[in-house]
């Protein structure tokens, strides 16, 4: 019952520490979720509760105009539109309180999960540690929190389990095949949540192979263990079939057989080295020998299964590829995690832990723990993103050295003193407790980047003051236009204003997007702009701070081309202050004639440049054909103010030739707009000047207006 009891307590506090941010995302009567892909989640979630069980699998308003393949499996996404469903939910705000409560729930699923594998491998005493540790695991906890529906929480779930299954597959005798064939239904599960499902599951087979070794090493049969393999590899298989020729469960399906075969090859060679008595350390190399020969004929048969081409990709996502340096969460561990950071302490503490527990009579599950702890770090080492997958490993892991180190205390001779040895097993566990546990704390007062940034406002304004799209729902007919914006804000633009994008999360239009804010020139970013069909751009300041030196890097460039670190701090080069990004977000589109700044949030008050968001409009421009008498500079200008009430002043200049001079211009001088002129055009020319109105017909048409000086 203590046991119980125990358990009930920590899946409450996690689910608490889960629930804390749900002040933050309710905003206004509206769920505002956290994260960049949680949107694009609910709008899959949204489409798939009117069309169940059928899901988004081709999106119009992404990469616009081209539009994209999803890639992602279904399954998460069809999990919480089912639930949605069978709750009754109808409105929109129902479906998103579903989406956003999910993950929290299958977060203290997950703590279950991992307080059963931690007991079947170590015991109760590390298992309820365990499941302390996990509970307020900063990484385990934010890709679970309230509002975050996004399939990593459901991915450590299913894997949590899966390992946990084996594990007590390994250690059963009577019902050794049952729980081998749960560990292959969650295996298809993952299949089903995740393209990268096989990588996670192509790591058992290095174990296959070395517990097969050690059985010929103590001269027994290996089949017992190795058919659990088989059997959960089977299941997963069968599972998989009715869509493994879909593009989204294609590399899972490959996987699994191939594993299946391998394991099978494995099972008969060490069959042959076991009756033959040949020396046992030839096994692994002869393993590894099958292995790559399977691997050239993989690729050999690459043009007719893609097999090859899968293979590749894989390699490429999991270790590095080109996104390493572009993208935040797919940073090299060492990039990302500073040694003396909440995540640096508990990785030194977990790998004391690992140390404490290897041992070379280590039994068979605790191997296979330790192996597949190993495999995922090995994936956080090139990519920091999958923490979230190794908090599970390292939440056993602490608990280990902390039994470890009190044990060695309590037979040292300081631990011979009765009140020594009284205070030093919780103040160490309180040590280990407290960087994790006031990281998880901070969800009290943590709210959705969206609202930190300073973008909700904006794009509530663009879906209500832009011409509404066609087929957002159901995607029959192509939308008119795409909006052109950084990738990572892509899914904000596409799910709060309702709006397709050139670029968002996936990345897909990010070259683009890259070129468009750091050309050079107007004639250049127009066409980029023609070819996207983009009538709104929007910026932030991040752009031109932050994450200004990520944009180079999607075009081939070198970030300190356009922005430099000195004794002053960053600071931005004359080749960044002639982009269009500059030009635009610092400069309100002065001297531009295609662009025009029509909104710009409240600014958030710090110390970077226009720290704000900016909306700007695509326009074809007021052809002002200026008649001279000289051929001299003719300047236009323009006072306008913003809906901030901040005033600016466009100019447009150009030299007549014959005594003519045309400028075009992307404002007009009528009111009504969120930034609006203060008056007419004030077109000089040496000492002479003229008065131009310009309605907002000439500026959207591009028509010619003559004037006279």
């Known amino acids: 019952m203590q046991e119980v009891a125990g358990v009930f307590a920590v899946t409450l506090l996690g689910l608490l520490v889960r629930l804390a941010p749900m002040r933050g995302a309710l905003v206004g009567g509206d769920v505002l979720f956290y994260g960049s892909d949680s949107y694009y989640h609910m709008r899959r979630v949204l489409y798939t509760v009117e069309h169940f069980p059928s899901t988004l699998w081709f999106d119009p308003y992404l990469n616009y105009p081209k539009g994209m393949e999803l890639l992602w499996p279904p399954l998460f996404d069809q999990l919480i539109a089912g639930t949605a469903l069978l709750l009754g939910a109808g409105s929109q705000r129902s479906v998103e309180m579903v989406g956003a409560i999910v993950p929290p729930i299958l977060g203290s699923l997950a703590i279950v999960s991992l307080y059963l594998l931690a007991r079947a491998l170590f015991g109760r005493r590390v298992a309820l540690l365990s499941a302390l540790f996990f509970a307020l695991n900063p990484h385990h906890a934010s890709a679970s929190i309230f509002g975050r529906p996004d399939h990593h929480v459901f991915e450590t779930f299913l894997l949590v389990n899966i390992l946990l299954f084996l594990v007590l597959a390994l250690k059963s005798k009577d019902k050794r095949l049952f729980y081998a064939a749960c560990s292959g239904v969650f295996m298809a599960s993952l299949a089903y949540t995740w393209i990268g499902a096989g990588a996670y599951i192509g790591t058992f087979l290095v174990y296959i192979a070395i517990q097969a070794t050690l059985h010929l090493r103590r001269r027994t049969s290996s089949e017992d263990d190795l058919s659990i393999f088989l059997a959960a590899f089977g299941v997963c298989l069968i599972l998989m079939i ?7 469960l294609t590399p899972s399906f490959f996987t699994a057989a191939a594993l299946l075969l391998m394991t099978s090859i494995i099972l008969l060679l060490s069959r042959t080295f076991r009756e033959r008595d040949l020396p046992w350390p030839a096994f692994l190399p002869a393993v590894a020998a099958l292995g790559y020969l399977l691997l050239i004929a993989a690729y050999a048969l690459g043009p007719s299964m893609g097999a090859s081409l899968l293979f590749n990709e894989a390699l490429s996502y999991f270790f590095g590829g080109s996104l390493s340096h572009k993208v935040a969460e797919a940073a090299p561990l060492y990039a990302a995690v500073r040694p003396l950071s909440v995540t640096g302490f508990n990785l030194t503490i977990a790998v004391m832990g690992f140390a404490c527990l290897w041992r070379s009579n280590i039994d068979k599950d605790q191997l296979l723990f330790l192996v597949w702890t190993v495999s995922i770090l090995i ?12 908090s599970a490993s390292m939440s056993v892991l602490m608990p280990l050295f902390f039994f470890r180190a009190v044990a060695i205390f309590d037979a040292s001779r300081w631990g011979r003193s009765e009140d020594l040895s009284r205070y030093f097993g919780p103040a160490l566990l309180i040590l280990l407790l407290i960087p994790s546990a006031a990281t998880v704390s901070e969800g009290l007062s943590v709210r959705p980047a969206i609202v930190e940034d300073g973008w909700d406002a904006p794009l509530l304004w663009l879906a209500e003051n832009s011409m509404e799209t066609r087929s957002f729902g159901e995607l029959e007919e192509a939308p008119e236009y795409g909006v052109l914006c950084w990738w990572d804000r892509g899914n904000w633009i596409l799910y709060r204003s309702k709006r397709p994008v050139v670029a968002n ?3 897909a239009g990010a070259e683009d997007a890259a070129r468009f804010f750091l050309s050079g020139g107007e004639t250049e970013a127009k066409r980029i702009l023609d070819e996207r069909r983009s ?10 701070g932050s994450g200004l030196s990520a944009i180079p890097l999607w075009i081939g460039e070198e970030p300190t081309d356009y922005v430099r670190n000195d004794g002053a701090g960053r600071q931005h080069t004359e080749k960044f202050m002639r982009t269009t990004l500059a030009r635009c977000h610092l400069y309100d589109c002065r001297e531009m004639s295609h662009l025009r700044l029509i909104y710009e949030s409240e600014p958030m008050g710090s110390a970077s440049p226009a720290d704000q968001v900016k909306i700007f409009e695509v326009v074809a421009g007021a052809r002002i054909v200026v008649a001279s008498g000289a051929d001299e500079e003719i300047i236009a200008t323009l006072n306008l ?21 045309e400028l075009i211009v992307p404002y007009s001088t009528e009111g009504g707009g969120a930034v609006r002129a203060l008056g007419p055009y004030i077109i000089s020319s040496g000492g002479e000047r003229k008065l131009v109105f310009v309605a907002e017909e000439e500026v959207i048409h591009g028509r010619v207006m003559m004037v006279e000086l």
């Not at 009715?242 to 989204?248: H, L």
């Not at 901030?644 to 001079?661: E, K, P, V």
């Open 535 to 544: 009538r709104y751009v929007v910026t932030d300041s991040k752009m031109v």
């Open 242 to 248: 009715p869509f493994w020729k879909e593009a989204w």
């Open 505 to 507: 999360g996936f990345q």
């Open 641 to 661: 103010t913003t809906n901030q009430g901040r005033l600016f002043q466009y100019a447009m200049s150009g030299t007549a030739q014959n005594g003519r001079c």
């Open 379 to 390: 994936f956080a080492l090139f990519q920091n993103r999958f923490l979230y997958v190794l």
